[in-house]
């Protein structure tokens, strides 16, 4: 068996990247079988807590405020309306909810008194409960972890060299440094990016690179196809061709072996094809239910039919348990 290496270098990441398709797949699918149970696949379901207004640049992004598209910004949602959205998840076969909010940073206000508060009220459900509100602080972290949150989501998008490119308001350390934070708790990281943004072979594996290299791997890698949203600065990039997310899937997974991987924005536009290709070089997790944050997305029914088909079973809930929170990373 491999071993969990944190010294990936980037050409090491680049050449497997760039094996031939096939041995890449066949690469992939060997290791994923090695350390994951090949037929199991976690499923999430997003709410939007809150949508749109947001005060950041994110070039792919139909909620920053400043871009004209489509979404009707509302506030935050109430501790009732998440329950009942997790309700329907949870019948929908999601054992995981993603509280998504259009926030650039957490604010100690009565709003992250509310999320607290839905926090708690969905992990009640028996359901694991991610959030992702933008950056923290470690305070922040801490106050989410002791009411029950199990994942933090904050992903890193692209390169470090290629983040200006498409986010100018906020810098690949201040990501970095919430990640940090999340990891001083009991939080599990759940960590990636988005592909089609115009980057090179090399942005992808530059952003593999950073985040194989952490102390410890994130939990969960979500890969992102861009979803090209008119009004945005990115509106009219070509969509990413199913090979690349192949790809970027299989390379994950070969760097990131016991990592779940998601198959995350991009869903609705793959064939079953390509999902069934994504599913054999490693993902091993999706969003399901009719809409991501504000876009839409294959429904509960439509994917529970996709599992039947491929013989795929949703994970149940806390397999893993928390992870004690290490010393040498409360030390760094
Ligand atoms: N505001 C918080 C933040 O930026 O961390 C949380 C929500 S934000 C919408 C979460 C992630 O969604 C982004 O980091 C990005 O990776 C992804 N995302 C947003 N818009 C997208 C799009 N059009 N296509 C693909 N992924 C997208
Ligand atoms: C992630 O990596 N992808 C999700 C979740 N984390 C928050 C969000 C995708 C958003 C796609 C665009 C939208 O629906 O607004
Ligand atoms: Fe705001 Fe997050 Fe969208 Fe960036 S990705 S504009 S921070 S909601």
Known sequence: MSDIRHNWTREEILEVYNTPLLELVFRAATIHRQYNKGSEVQ???????????????????????RYNTEVKAHKLMSVDEVTQYAER???????????GAAWREVRDNRDFDRVIDMVKAVNEMDMEVCCTLGMLTEHQAQRLADAGLYAYNHNLDTSEENYSNIIGTRTYDDRLNTLKNVRKTNITVCSGGIIGLGETAEDRCGMLHTLVNLPQHPESVPINALVA????????????????????????????PKTVVRLS????????????????????????GEKLLTTPNPEFDEDMEMFKTFGLTPKTPFQEGRPAVKQEVLNA
């Open 265 to 288: 924005a991009g869903r609705q536009q793959m064939s079953l094809e390509g999902q069934a290709m994504c599913f054999l070089a490693g993902a091993n997790s999706i969003f399901t």
């Open 229 to 256: 949203v008119k009004g945005t600065p990115l509106e009219n990039q070509k969509p990413v061709e199913i090979w690349e997310m192949v790809r970027m899937v299989a390379t994950t997974r070969i760097v990131m």
């Open 43 to 65: 499923v999430s379901s997003l709410i939007s807590i809150k949508t749109g207004g947001c005060s950041e640049d994110c070039g792919y992004c139909p909620q920053a405020a």
């Open 89 to 99: 998840a949870k019948s929908g076969g999601a054992s995981r909810v993603c509280m």
